[in-house]
């Protein structure tokens, strides 16, 4: 795994590049570490509130550890109406966890989301960002096996 | 199934998205050699004279947007917004998935308008697959040279709605919180890094090569004669066809609903539908022979906002169906103005208890005249335009929330 303070640097010259060194940290270690965070700060060379403010401010951006699989599952209207509530009482089921929580062998988080532009087949969730359409409840078990 | 008309998804399905010999082949950046043909100042009045107006909520005529642009910039930018967060919305997505080229060549025809050498992309979090395309669609210019000295440059949002404000995406590309600025000075004179800055949306771009390449009569000689031109819509809910289309801008949502879109699900009654994204107002059936432009949308008291179409038959709940849009708003508002922030979360409470059926009918009272407020004094467009849902639902709809009140 890249060392956060490495990823960080390789942005360090871009105009505005906090936010992309964000989503590069996040990308090798699917949250962002509370340290990365403040080692931002002292790379971009802003104060520790700013790195923080600009991190907590994005819905996609975690700070602290979650899941490897991290499940979102869209509320949006078109999603709403199409039976999104019953695939979160499966997928709470199946997990044995509440939206917003991560499972105790750290396998798997779920999280809401507002639409993620796939709504030409509702409702939708995502894994790491893959969107899957037209989820069935009765899919969803064999959807988590398949995520090793 | 009746007629599209398809000028920036010409190329769907036609050709190969990911080879630029392909785009090459079918005609592509003949526009863009047009353009640098042309003076400037001749190729901001061809394309105000077009007429075409911003296909991200706006409709602010483009070329009247790049004027403001002081001729002795030393240095512009030109930024494309492809934030896309509006629930019900997938257009600019389908536009850059199956013909990114068109975009790159359109972003370059503005870029010589406004003497930018720079251009970004902000493209949403939730599309990493579309920044793919689009970085392989710019090496593949790049090499072949096809952009001339204009350069183009992906950034990526973060999961924030407000970020799609031309202003507050501006911020998230400078790297910091996504919330807006206040206005003037707007982007067209000091923007991004305090330089000029044109923000335009990705259709609005895609239809920039044609435009150019056919000239302006062409253009303004399609659709609604103030809104001339095609809209790409995307058509959700309960309706037999959910895809998109683009056509003319002065078909009506009725002929959209059931011509295009193959009417109602499973035969049923329509009870309401939302244009525009979930800003947008709820519509009547007794509406739905309003042609799609703005002027019209705006005129029953709607918008033609982002081009989505979400449409509810008549077993549909519109109170729960707007308490999950409050509480959308209020989880989206940034925080930074007051009427925003307190606004949207009293507007959800009180929606909520409606919906639960604890409400009052001074509930009602208050959040209309809440809304009305909002729409006044907040910052931004978000919190301008969050209470609309609930307004034209008290207004067309008034009897599913009196029946859910305490009696
Ligand atoms: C809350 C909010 C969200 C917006 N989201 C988008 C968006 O996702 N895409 C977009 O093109 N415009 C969006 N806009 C409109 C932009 O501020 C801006 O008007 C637009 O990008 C200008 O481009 P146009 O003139 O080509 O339409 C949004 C506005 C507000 C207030
Ligand atoms: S509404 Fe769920 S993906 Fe668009």
Redesign the pocket.
Same mark, same amino acid.
């Given at each position: 795994m890249a060392e956060y303070k490495q990823i960080l640097n390789n942005y360090k010259a871009l105009p505005g590049g906090l936010l992309e060194a964000y989503h590069a940290v996040q990308g090798e270690y699917n949250y962002l570490p509370g340290e990365a965070v403040r080692e931002a700060a002292a790379v971009f060379g802003v104060s520790a509130s700013q790195a923080f403010g600009t991190a907590t401010f994005y819905s996609y951006l975690k700070i602290g550890k979650r899941g490897r699989y991290i499940i979102r599952i869209c509320e949006s209207a078109p999603c709403h109406i199409a039976g999104a509530a019953e695939i979160i009482t499966v997928l709470e089921k199946e997990l044995g966890i509440k939206m917003g929580e991560t499972t105790a062998d750290g396998k798997f988080t779920l999280e809401f989301t507002e639409c993620v532009g796939q709504c030409q087949a509702t409702p939708v969730i995502t894994i790491n960002s893959v969107p899957y359409t037209d989820i069935k409840p009765a899919q969803v078990p064999e959807m988590l096996a398949q995520c090793r | 199934m009746a007629e599209e008309q398809r000028i920036v998804l010409r190329n769907a399905d036609q050709i190969n998205p990911a080879k630029l010999e392909d785009y090459l082949q079918a005609g592509g950046y003949q526009g863009l050699e047009k353009a640098r043909s042309m003076s400037r100042a001749d190729l901001i009045a061809e394309v105000k004279k077009s007429n075409l &107006? %911003? &296909? !991200?909520? +706006? +409709?602010?005529n483009?070329g009247l947007?790049w004027s403001f642009v002081p001729t002795d910039a030393e240095v512009s930018y030109v930024v494309c =917004? /492809?934030?896309? %967060? $509006?629930p019900g919305t997938y257009k600019?997505r389908i536009i850059v998935q199956k013909d990114p080229q068109q975009l790159l060549e359109g972003m370059a025809i503005c870029g010589h308008a406004v003497n930018a050498k720079q251009g970004y992309i902000y493209c &949403?979090g939730e599309y990493p697959y579309v920044v793919e395309l689009l970085n392989l669609a710019i090496d593949q210019a790049r090499s072949k040279g096809v952009l001339g000295d204009f350069n183009i440059e992906v950034r990526m949002g973060a999961g924030a709605?407000?970020c !799609?404000?031309?202003t507050a /995406?501006i911020e998230s590309i400078e790297g910091h919180r996504g919330e807006?600025r206040f206005k003037p000075p707007f982007p067209g004179v000091s923007g991004l890094w305090g330089k000029p800055t044109v923000?335009? =949306?990705? $259709? @609005?771009f895609a239809n920039l090569p044609q435009i150019v390449f056919n000239g302006a009569d062409w253009y303004a000689a399609i659709g609604a004669s103030t809104y001339p031109g095609t809209k790409v819509l995307t058509l959700t809910g309960d309706v037999e066809k959910r895809v998109f289309i683009e056509v003319p801008t002065n078909v009506t949502l009725r002929e959209i609903i059931y011509n295009y879109g193959g009417g109602v699900k499973s035969g049923r009654r329509l009870k309401a539908v939302q244009v525009g994204g979930t800003?947008g107002g709820f519509i009547p059936e007794y509406l739905l022979d309003t042609p799609i432009d703005y002027d019209s949308m705006r005129s029953i008291g709607a918008t033609l906002g @982002?081009g989505a179409v979400f449409v509810m038959d008549e077993t549909r709940d519109v109170v729960d169906i707007v308490t999950h849009i409050a509480k959308f708003f209020k989880e989206e508002s940034c925080g930074k103005c007051n009427p925003c922030r307190e606004g949207t979360f009293r507007c959800y409470e009180i929606m909520d208890r409606i919906n639960r059926g604890r409400g009052t009918l001074p509930d009602i009272e208050h959040m209309i005249q809440l809304g009305k407020v909002m729409e006044r004094v907040c910052l931004? %467009? /978000?919190g301008q +335009?969050s209470p609309s849902p609930i307004l034209t639902t008290l207004q067309h709809f008034r009897y599913e929330y009196e029946r859910k009140l305490i009696s």
């Open positions: - | &107006r %911003g &296909r !991200g909520g +706006a +409709a602010f483009c947007k =917004n /492809l934030d896309e %967060g $509006e600019d &949403r709605y407000v !799609g404000e031309e /995406l807006p923000v335009n =949306n990705v $259709e @609005t800003s @982002t931004c %467009g /978000l +335009a």
